[in-house]
Antibody
């Protein structure tokens, strides 16, 4: 069964750090680019970051550039999001998502979503 | 790229059709010739799930009552006959330049 399971969320004070993890199973993790997408309370969806299948290229949304770092360990089928200098506006459910584009055939969307992990930034 | 969905809320009658519009601030035609506009559905308390990709391609397992159309900057999601399980929020999403989402359209039963 193809599955993504996020962990690491919690309540943290502004300015502090948090590290999210996403455990993948049921597919060849190292074949796929992976993203983080977040959803603030009662708000829409915001793309956060993407990392290529081999971890060589990462890109970030403007609101997190310079503060967040995406990484992966393909030997452990795990994706990470290191979040530093957290702000109140980073409060959201963070989803780990799979980009189904492989072998040069781009799909341009996200086919597998985790259940999400909640990050609350509050003093 | 900004995506604007209309309406923001859509009360529908079971068995009747429904449609949602998504307008982009720029053309979504990529240099590779593809148009990267997709539609996702989010039920309450659940993560989004992919319905349609590249304008009109139904994702695996998606019922054929869902269809997508459009080109350039104007796109539409249609549900031919709404069922109870179709309630929730629908998002359009573009992947031509980075990734952005529309603000969502809430579909509820009258």
């Amino acid at each position: 069964q193809v599955q993504l399971v996020e962990s690491g969320g919690g309540v943290v004070q502004p300015g502090r750090s948090l590290r999210l993890s996403c455990a993948a199973s049921g597919f060849t993790f190292s074949d796929y680019a992976m993203h983080w997408v977040r959803q603030a309370p009662a708000r829409g969806l915001e793309w956060v970051a993407v990392l290529s299948y081999d971890g060589s290229n990462g890109y970030y949304g403007d609101s997190v550039q310079g503060r967040f770092t995406i990484s992966r360990d393909n030997s452990k089928n795990t994706l990470f999001l290191q979040m530093n200098s957290l702000r109140v506006e980073d409060t959201a459910v963070y989803y780990c998502v799979r980009d189904p584009s492989v072998g040069g055939s781009r799909v341009g969307s996200f086919d597998i979503w985790g259940q999400g992990t909640v990050v609350t930034v509050s003093s | 790229i900004v995506l604007t969905q209309t309406p923001l809320s859509s009360p529908v009658t079971l068995g009747q059709p429904a449609s949602i519009s998504c307008r982009s601030s720029q053309s979504l035609v990529h240099s590779d010739g593809n148009t990267y506009l997709s539609w996702l559905h989010q039920r309450p308390g659940q993560p989004p799930r992919l319905l349609i990709y590249k304008v009109s391609n139904r994702f695996s397992g998606v019922p054929d009552r869902f269809s997508g159309s459009g080109a350039g900057t104007d796109f539409t999601l249609r549900i031919s006959r709404v069922e109870a399980e179709d309630v929730g929020v629908y998002y359009c999403m573009q992947a031509r330049q980075s990734w952005t989402f529309g603000q969502g359209t809430k579909v509820e039963i009258k």
